[in-house]
Nanobody, 115 residues
Framework: QVQLVESGGGLVQPGGALRLSCAAS??????MGWYRQVPGKQREMVAT???????NYTDSVKGRFTISRDAAKNTVDLQMNNLKPEDTAVYYC???????????WGKGTLVTVSS
């Protein structure tokens, strides 16, 4: 059974930093990453990392966020610096499982950027 468990969300002031972590289990994962969603809007990709590594960021976080992965531990982290109020969202861990050819999601962790 595939499980993704996130940690690290919370409240931070503008300009502050947070680190999100996700631990995946129960499979072999090709792509891992983070998406976010604001109520009333579609879930959007924040950052993904695959073997290579190939890394992608949405334009609005480039230069501020850094994704990293420990393939041996099946963990993926997102270091978020210089946070802005528009980064406020529920952040979801994502993983693509190779054997099942399926996408999996964590339950989400809330990040609130506010003074």
């Amino acid at each position: 059974q595939v499980q993704l468990v996130e940690s690290g969300g919370g409240l931070v002031q503008p300009g502050g930093a947070l680190r999100l972590s996700c631990a995946a289990s129960g499979g072999i994962f090709s792509v891992m990453g983070w998406y976010r969603q604001v109520p009333g809007k579609q879930r959007e990709m924040v950052a993904t990392i695959s073997y290579g590594p190939t890394i992608n960021y949405t334009d609005s976080v480039k230069g501020r966020f850094t994704i990293s992965r420990d393939a041996a531990k099946n963990t993926v982290d997102l270091q978020m610096n210089n946070l802005k109020p528009e980064d406020t969202a529920v952040y979801y861990c994502y993983a693509r499982e190779i054997l099942r050819a399926s996408n999996y999601w964590g339950k989400g962790t809330l990040v609130t950027v506010s003074s």
